[in-house]
């Protein structure tokens, strides 16, 4: 399956973060990329991600998702950016 340039951002952001919730990964994003996105975008492609099993996620304390790349992900993310 296919996937974006900003789903391949957000695996390069969980893989360097360990773990983040939604909000975090937007926060990072936003700062690094030329080009902001709406955190509805970037929840639906992490939400994507984690349907194609790339991310998996499991419910913080505070009823936040912390969402982590899988190995799955990382492989993916290698032969994307040819690692």
């Known amino acids: 399956m296919e996937i974006d340039k900003l789903q391949l951002c957000i695996l390069a952001v969980l893989e360097e973060n360990n773990a983040t919730t939604l909000r975090e990964i937007g926060s990072v ?40 790349i899988t190995a799955k992900g990382k492989e993916m993310k290698g032969i994307l950016l040819h690692e």
């Open 29 to 68: 994003i936003n700062t690094e990329e030329e080009h902001t996105y709406s955190q509805i975008t970037i929840n639906r492609k992490v939400w994507g991600l984690r349907d194609l099993g790339y991310v998996t996620s499991k419910l913080k304390s505070n009823k936040a998702d912390m969402f982590y």
